[in-house]
């Protein structure tokens, strides 16, 4: 017999779970909505091509390819060991595997728009809300199966878009209580650094790098950059732009002497001085420029973001940028596009942490009816079907039983409230009503039962 068990970095969600993890998404829909965002749903799975070559090495490494149907027929075995040799080398062979979990939700979206281009009316702005999956090595607040809530435009180049995704993510995490900075940065920055260097040839192997900062440190960022012919004066020159520090105004200075003599960093510098001094206007004082931001995904080309938790020791809790081009890795070049993510199972471990959940948020049932008998339970079961009617919440106990089993079965579900409606009470067309919490009860008019209840709540 096998043993119950769930694969490494999934889970079960209880109902109190599920109840607190709808609580932050639909904070963020509503936000979304407020903005002009309507919602996309995408499939599960992408075909391979799709997503491969579109996260980096790294990031390609993680992907779930799915194993195509008919393997099992013998005349293909003999095909498939090689072809699983070749698997294991790094490659992907059609004959084994076309399809893939998706690994993010934007590659999907591009995809969307590649397919649906003629249709849609630019700009076109979507949210989108569904599970991914990623290979990666379970932790805390890591995990191989986890939600994103995305927001995307395509089909606009203006900033604004920056600065309304900014506005987003200041409006979400006030809502929800928690202290965040919104840090941004530009991989135009990052492009004229790897020019400064000595060329373009070098922007990979530096992003991918600065990526990794806040995990392995300076020094191991710069011992894996110079395990790629990088020699001690570039090293230098990545060490100093690593270090700058100081205010927002203090960081563009800095960037401003040590790159300026770079186009793409003079157009970096004027973007994210557009980006910040608007939402300074809009009285968002939480934004501050990260030069060491990297964001190792490939696909983006201009702003960048991602959010930290300030109180709570996590990893971000946010991220997304400008992706100029994604679409034309799908055969429609020129369709420019900016996009921010929520990482759902993370805010739910800040905000436990925090205990910000509001208290009443497990709450199902609002009024627990209590099984008096047979004869009393087609009147009690009317009572509450009319009650449902008016979007009260009703349970009605399975059946008869002592007072106290069922005053325990409220407690232990943390129903607030009991109904009791006995022959006498059922005579007179009233109901007992008992608080929990404080123990007091009322004796109510079934016509009276409604607006009571719902002054309750």
């Not at 100093?240 to 793409?264: D, F, H, S």
């Amino acid at each position: 017999m096998a043993k119950a068990s769930l694969p490494q970095g999934t889970r079960d969600f209880d109902a109190t779970t599920i109840k607190k993890r709808r609580y932050i998404m639909h904070t963020i829909e509503q936000v979304f909505e407020q903005y002009g965002f309507a919602p996309l749903e995408t499939p599960a799975m992408e075909n391979l091509q799709t997503l491969m070559g579109k996260y980096g090495d790294e990031g390609d490494k993680l992907i779930f390819k799915v194993l195509n149907n008919g393997l099992e027929r013998p005349e293909k075995h003999a095909a498939a060991r090689t072809d699983f040799e070749q698997i294991l080398t790094g490659k992907n062979v059609a004959s084994l595997t076309e399809r893939a979990l998706r690994y993010d939700l934007t590659i999907p979206f591009a995809r969307y728009v590649a397919m649906n281009h003629g249709k849609l009316n630019f700009p076109f702005k979507r949210y989108q809300m569904q599970p991914v999956w990623r290979a990666d090595r379970p932790q805390r607040g890591r995990y191989r199966e986890f939600y994103q809530c995305d927001a995307d435009v395509v089909g606009s180049n203006s900033l604004l878009n920056e600065v309304e995704l900014t506005c987003i993510y200041a409006t979400v995490f006030e809502k929800l209580g928690i202290p965040v900075e919104i840090r941004i940065n530009n991989r135009k920055l990052l492009a004229a650094l790897a020019t400064a260097c000595g060329g373009e040839q070098w922007f990979t192997p530096i992003t991918v790098a600065i990526d990794k900062l806040d995990k392995i440190g300076i020094e191991k960022v710069c011992e894996e950059l110079a395990t790629k012919n990088m020699s001690a004066q570039q090293l230098a020159l990545i060490t100093k732009y690593l270090a700058i520090e100081g205010t927002a105004e203090e960081k563009m200075a800095a960037l401003q002497n040590l790159l300026g003599q770079e186009a793409l960093a003079v157009e970096a510098l004027q973007e994210l001085t557009y980006v910040i001094q608007s939402t300074q206007q809009l009285g968002i004082t939480n934004v501050q420029i990260d030069p060491t931001l990297a964001r190792g995904l490939n696909y983006y080309t201009g702003i960048i973001f991602e959010i930290k938790a300030t109180t709570v020791q996590m990893g971000s809790i946010g991220g997304g940028g400008r992706y100029n081009d994604l679409t034309s890795m799908f055969g429609v070049p020129n369709t420019p596009g900016v996009g921010i993510s929520f990482g759902v199972d993370r805010i739910y471990d800040v905000i436990e942490e925090l205990s910000l959940f509001p208290q009443t948020i497990a709450q199902a049932t609002q009024v627990l009816f209590f099984n008096t008998g047979e004869t009393e339970l087609p009147t009690i079961m009317q009572t509450a079907f009319a009650l449902r009617t008016q979007g009260i919440r009703c349970e009605i106990y399975h059946e008869t039983a002592k007072w106290d089993k069922q005053f325990k079965y409220a407690e232990r579900n943390g129903i607030p409230l009991v109904a009791i409606m006995g022959s006498q009470e059922i005579e007179n067309k009233t109901c007992v009503i008992k608080q929990l919490a404080n123990g007091t009860q009322e004796t109510v008019t079934l016509t009276q039962l409604p607006n009571y209840l719902v002054g309750l709540a």
